[in-house]
């Protein structure tokens, strides 16, 4: 928020006041409190309302509600307005930064441009300058307005310019690629500004990975944003290799080798996070298709509590984490999140007085005090040779970045056995077939009975997004699959799904929470495992008074609005399969 330290309501013809003598004469603050504030104002250089909202000696409503009423300009709440794209991004990215102002709409007496400081007759005047409209100012937050800004202003129409600025280069000169993409004295290469701008727009919207894609006539741009590949196709296709070779390069791979695959990783900066980058490289019928996974190394390891665990499930897992020894397994396909559970579980027990090592493909985040192996297939370094020796290292808790063979199975069994607490990964769909497949990877069923401790089970959900939010009745085949599931607790309730907005890059959905299912062996379920009897196993963990399936949670998020009842579905059993048993 940027209020002015002084008000002057010309259009209005009223007497110029400073804000913080509004807020008193209005009764929200009292001559003492401004005082106060002014002296903080001191130290901090911020403006006067902002200092008021921070110090909580008046709500930010309030005073923004006040301040719209002095003025007789309109206070907004951008999440209730109906913003459109293609009239917010008539103002330029630069003047709309500079001035922290958004355009919000073109209506026939003018433009409403929301403004955090809407007395700033500069900025007024420079929209109507550019966009030669009448501008009339209304006031939004400032957090809010920074948000929009973010959403609004991604950076694929620069991608593109960028793309067709180096096309021309590559079309005009004959000077080898390697040479273009290695120019590391000129910053301001097209190459090395349009590798900032993909990386800057990819950090802008959280995608997990990006993707660069050689086609026939195009090269295609794709990033993975809540799990689901969002494209841009550019047209001019040579830009690709110029690309791919400055990446080659910035990984330290071998940028003469295309006909084999490389993988490599390098760290870059981006608008101030420090950015992992693990960089696969593999010849395809038009070049080389690259995917590069982005890992965020400044924003730190969430806790479990952060990654959206309920607190049963999370209360019961903490305490097995801290037993001295046992097997735990995490379970679920591909990016459902099992690593980054592991890496939390990791970072509770990560204390002086414990001893960890853990083998990974690839080591994903760099943590210190534990003792992190790569796994390297090239020198016969995998899970089992690195377990092997890990056990001649006094460990305490020993992490296995998967269970992939029985020798590893076997090893990592061994050792939960003998006083050491092993956690892994298995790539099953739930937790109660998890322990039956271990028992059936070759390691006797009673050494697995033995010691197996618990099982967590995990999906990752698309929240519904809050923006475009909007409650609709379940079709038939959906309210069919919800009476038929927990006995229809969940038939009778309000679900929401979103239309689409720019917030969520018109997809309905933004971000995505955990959904979790821990199985926590009893004496009955250790006793079907040992004895590999499949059913009794199935019925015993059904029995269970503390175990509650995946969907059943799953189902509690949708019907509180956070997710919807699609995502609901895929984690689930297939509802063509449901109509036709019940048909």
């Not at 958004?102 to 955090?116: I, P, Q, S």
């Not at 689409?500 to 959905?509: A, F, S």
Request: some cysteine; glycine content about 6%.
């Amino acid at each position: 928020m940027t209020e002015p330290q002084t008000l002057d309501s010309a259009p209005q013809n009223r007497k110029k006041i400073r804000l913080g003598d509004l807020l008193v004469e209005s009764g929200l603050i009292s001559e003492g409190q401004l005082g106060l504030a002014l002296q903080e104002q001191k130290h901090t250089g911020k403006k006067i309302g902002r200092v008021l909202v921070d110090m909580g000696l008046v709500p930010e409503n309030k005073l923004l509600t006040t301040l719209s009423r002095h003025l007789n300009i309109p206070f907004i709440e951008m999440r209730q307005f109906q913003l459109r794209q293609d009239v917010m991004q008539r103002l330029d990215e630069s003047v709309a930064r500079r001035f922290r102002c958004l355009l919000l709409a073109d209506n026939a007496d003018g433009l409403l441009l929301g403004m955090a400081d809407p007395l700033d007759l500069m900025a007024i005047d420079e929209v109507e300058k550019r966009l030669k409209k009448n501008v009339k100012p209304a006031i939004v937050r400032e957090t809010e307005l920074l948000a929009t800004l973010d959403s609004v202003y991604r950076r694929t129409g620069e991608i593109k310019s960028i793309a067709v600025e180096l096309e021309g280069e590559l079309r005009e000169s004959d000077f080898d690629l390697a040479n273009l993409a290695d120019d590391s004295d000129l910053q301001d290469a097209p190459v090395v500004r349009l590798l900032q701008s993909l990386l800057e727009d990819a950090v802008a919207v959280n995608a997990s990975d990006v993707h660069i894609e050689p086609d026939e006539s195009v090269f295609r741009i794709r990033m993975r944003v809540d799990g689901v590949l969002q494209e841009q196709v550019i047209k001019e296709k040579r830009v690709a290799s110029a690309l791919v070779m400055r990446l080659k390069i910035m990984s330290s791979l071998d940028i003469s080798e295309r006909r084999m695959p490389q993988d490599g990783r390098f760290n870059i900066r981006v608008n101030s996070k420090s950015i992992d980058v693990r960089l696969s490289t593999m010849p395809v019928q038009y070049g080389e298709s690259v995917v590069m996974r982005l890992l965020d190394q400044s924003s730190g390891l969430q806790s479990l509590e952060a990654l959206g665990m309920p607190e049963a499930i999370r209360s019961r897992f903490e305490l097995m984490v801290e037993r001295p020894h046992g097997l735990i397994l995490v379970t679920g396909p591909t990016g459902s999140g099992k690593t980054t559970t592991l890496y939390s579980a990791l970072n509770l027990l990560n204390q002086p007085n414990r001893k960890i090592i853990t083998a990974e493909d690839p080591i994903e985040y760099r943590m210190s005090r534990i003792n992190q192996v790569q796994v390297n297939p090239r020198i016969n370094l995998d899970f089992a040779s690195i377990l092997r020796s890990a056990l001649r290292q006094d460990p305490d808790v020993i992490l296995v970045g998967e269970m992939r063979d029985q020798e590893t199975v076997s090893i990592g069994v061994r050792a939960a056995l003998t006083g050491h607490l092993v956690m892994s990964t298995l790539h099953t769909n739930d937790a109660v077939s998890s322990a039956m497949r271990l028992a059936d990877m070759g390691v006797e069923s009673y050494l697995v009975a033995s010691a197996l401790r618990g099982i967590m089970a995990q999906r990752l959900l698309r929240k519904v997004c809050e923006e475009c939010r909007q409650a609709y009745k379940p079709e038939v085949r959906e309210q069919l699959w919800l009476n038929n599931l927990a006995g229809g607790r969940f038939s009778q309730h309000t679900y929401y799904r979103g239309t689409g907005c720019y917030h969520c890059n018109n997809t309905g959905y933004r971000g995505r929470i955990g959904v979790y299912e821990w199985l926590e062996l009893d004496e009955h379920m250790l006793i079907a495992l040992r004895d590999q009897d499949h059913n009794a196993f199935v019925d015993a963990a059904r029995a269970n008074a503390q175990f509650k399936p995946m969907e059943e949670w799953a189902l509690e998020y949708a019907a509180e609005g956070t997710t919807d009842l699609s995502e609901v579905f895929k984690i689930t059993i297939d509802l063509n399969d449901l109509v036709a048993d019940h048909g």
